[in-house]
């Protein structure tokens, strides 16, 4: 089993940025397993947001946060940040922080085993 605990939601206002952090704990082999961020607005499905693969080498984002969003890893403490820049009231939503049993990313919600219970963001106008 693994746990993911994320950690550094909240409100900001339009502009501006927040980093959220997710601590894997449990398998010691967690630190190889691809983790990713997803999102998801209240009546609005879970959407992907970013992927990191086993190393940090790979990395792959929705189109509706390129550029703005940076995810990283570390995993001699078995963390996964979520750098948030240039917020905007649409990227208001619970985030989710997920690990894959493999070491490569997914895009995909079903492919990720293991989830966190969910930091909220919101992005005030």
């Known amino acids: 089993q693994v746990q993911l605990v994320e950690s550094g939601g909240g409100l900001v206002q339009a502009g501006g940025s927040l980093r959220l952090s997710c601590a894997a704990s449990g398998r010691t082999a967690s630190s190889i397993y691809a983790k990713g961020w997803f999102r998801q607005a209240p009546g609005k499905a879970r959407e992907f947001v970013a992927t990191?693969?086993?190393?940090?080498?790979?990395?792959h984002y929705a189109d509706s946060v390129k550029g703005r969003f940076t995810i990283s890893r570390e995993n001699a403490k078995n963390m996964v940040y979520l750098q948030m820049n240039s917020l905007k009231p649409e990227d208001t939503a619970v985030y989710y922080c997920a690990a894959r049993i493999e070491g490569w990313g997914s895009i995909n919600y079903y492919e990720y085993r293991y989830w966190g219970q969910g930091t909220q963001v919101t992005v005030s106008s």
């Open positions: 990191i693969n086993w190393n940090g080498g790979i990395t």
